[in-house]
């Protein structure tokens, strides 16, 4: 409930190799909730924010790329809205448990009807 009122999730934080390792929850959980996300560039999920235009990408280090992300944030509510439903078809598409573990469905089925 309350993510779901959230119009942007931010999950910024310094690269380090354990953070460029480490499952990216807070961000998971806003996009199933089609919530766009403010998130580094180099993480696992990093790649389908950018695939689906499900949020912003920026590094963190870059006080003036933040500036400009939030800018937008906060001025074009329009941007905020095509993120979201990018954020939505994510999850949809990619994300959703049901799908994301389709694959791994089938190999069990055919693993079983073959043994």
């Known amino acids: 409930g309350l993510m779901g009122r959230a119009d942007v999730a931010v999950d910024l934080f310094e690269r380090t190799l354990e953070r460029e ?23 696992e999920v990093s790649p389908l ?9 920026v590094d963190p280090a870059d006080a003036e790329a933040v500036d400009a992300v939030f800018e937008e944030v ?3 509510p329009e941007v905020v809205a ?16 049901e799908v994301a573990t389709a694959p791994l469905a089938r190999l069990a089925r055919r693993l079983l ?3």
Request: charge should be positive; include cysteine; glycine fraction near 10%.
């Open 21 to 43: 390792y480490a499952v990216v929850t807070r961000t998971i959980v806003a996009l199933s909730c089609g919530v766009p996300v403010v998130h580094p560039p180099f993480t």
């Open 49 to 57: 924010v950018a695939a689906y235009d499900a949020g912003w990408l």
């Open 74 to 76: 906060v001025g074009r």
């Open 82 to 97: 095509a993120k979201a439903a990018g954020a939505r078809r994510l999850w949809r598409e990619a994300l959703d448990p």
């Open 113 to 115: 009807s073959a043994g």
